[in-house]
């Protein structure tokens, strides 16, 4: 029960850690690199961590508290090539590993709803919440990435998804149980990619639509010899991006999920018909969350404000609701926050904050997160929908969209952008280009254009930070 925290970025050190630490019967707790020194002291002091393995590159977050924590041990894990680094008065990876037992311990697990890992979230609104996942979810969510990845003992993953984040999607396990092989990447660099796609004759990797962006906007990005499968989420891949990754021979297989449900918890899976459609339209399609996961629940969309009931809206892709999911695919509950946690489960089901529809074939859709919805003279404006129309437009690599305030119609789109390399655009082309492919009235108001945006190390796009920005001093913002 003892709770293990490490500190580094993917490592050969991070992955045996998801089989060692269980082994011993301890939690492991993953911590977020790019955090804030005071970020990663909540997560230690929350969690209870009695001991952390910390890369001595990162030590500068938590070298100014760590003689307050109370732990057992601190230990250095081996310094990456080119760090000469060390830390005084730690423990060394390298010899505590050589001063271990040489016996075996049982594999058995005596409670398979006994806490395997804490995951904390990314704590966008407030402070982190850590998420439990169990040895049966765990083992569940691995044989989902199994079956929907179609890993099997050819597979060469590449490490280009944090392990931190849900564990790496339970690919941590998944990619072994295949008998995969696992080929760690410890920095997501376009070019490094494309290096060792062919080096390592990579057959899958996993990241959100901003990892794909620099693969396709790398200086080496070329035609692949053999096909890739690309598995994104974190926020809803632009058609133009899955064009771009379908004429290089990947295939992009969207997923969608939280850390509340191990990471993905459905799956957007081709059918039959989409075989005739045309580039754009296909990939219109595929953008879609898709059907719950095999040894998943089937995920629902429920009315607001329906009580404990849970009123399902009509699957005709047009009525907005609240994507709720439960089962074996869905926390354990929140460490030490049972309020927290009877709320997200409202109904018995898990609350995800997003919003969406429901198809008619029992696809799901993601709209928006409750939050994010702009609500402009009374009409609910989706910035997803706004974001993928911005993305069309040729000049653009990367864009978020937000509600700013207005003294007519109480909030309106701003759409904050990143241009490509060598390309140029005024705000006049961006909102005619959006006009010519949504109604004008969801079209952004104004359009800044930005070197970069801030994001998690997941690559979700940080909208409160942005939003604060333009709502300072003001107190009638609608929503989030």
Known sequence: GDRVAYITANSTEMLLAHYAVPLAHA???????????????????????????????????????????????VVSLPAQAGDIRTVAGTRNYTGLVQAGSPDPLPWEVDD???????????????????????????????????????????????????????????????????????????????????????????????????????????????????PLLVTTAGAAPSPTI?????????????????????????????QPEWAGLNPHDLAVQMARQGV?????????????????????????????GEIVMRGNCTMKGYYDDE?????????????????????????????????DVIISGGENISTVEVEQAVLRHQAVADVAVIAI??????????????????????????IAHVKSHIAGYKAPKAVEFAAELPKTATGKIRKHELREKEWTGRQNRIQG
């Not at 376009?190 to 080096?199: E, F, H, P, Y």
């Not at 999920?257 to 799956?267: N, Q, R, S």
């Open 27 to 73: 939690v492991l707790v993953a911590v977020n690199t790019r955090l804030a020194p005071q970020e990663v002291r909540y997560i230690l002091e929350h969690s209870g961590a009695s001991v952390v393995m910390i890369d001595p590159g990162l030590w500068d977050l938590m070298s100014g508290y760590h003689q307050e924590l109370g732990l057992r041990a």
């Open 112 to 226: 398979e709803d006994r806490t395997i890992t804490i995951n904390y979230t990314s704590g966008t609104t407030g402070r982190p919440k850590g998420v439990m996942y169990t040895h049966r979810g765990a083992y569940l969510n691995s044989l989902n990435q199994v079956v929907h990845q179609r890993l099997t003992r050819e597979s060469n993953y590449l490490w280009t998804l944090p392990m931190f984040h849900c564990n790496g999607w339970c690919n941590t396990w998944a990619v072994t149980a295949a008998a995969g092989r696992h080929v760690v990447l410890r920095a997501v660099r376009g070019a490094d990619i494309w290096q060792l796609l062919a080096q390592e004759k990579i057959t899958h990797l996993c990241g959100a639509p901003t990892v794909l962006t620099t693969m396709a906007t790398a200086e080496n990005a070329h035609q692949l010899t053999e």
């Open 242 to 270: 899955i064009e771009k990754f379908n004429a290089m021979n990947a295939t992009v297989v969207h997923v969608y999920g939280l850390t509340e449900t191990y990471g993905p918890y459905t799956v957007c899976e081709p």
């Open 292 to 320: 719950a996961m095999v040894a998943a629940d089937p995920v629902r969309v429920v009315e607001f404000g329906s009580g404990d009931e849970l009123t399902d809206v009509p699957p005709d892709g047009e009525t907005m």
């Open 339 to 371: 309020k927290a946690t009877a709320d997200a489960f409202a109904g018995g089901w898990f609350h995800s904050g997003d919003l969406g529809v429901m198809h008619p074939r029992g696809y799901v859709q993601l709209l928006d997160r409750a939050k």
């Open 405 to 430: 305030p207005d003294e007519t119609w109480g909030e309106v789109p701003k759409a904050i952008v990143v241009l490509d390399a060598g390309h140029d655009a005024t705000q006049d082309d961006i």
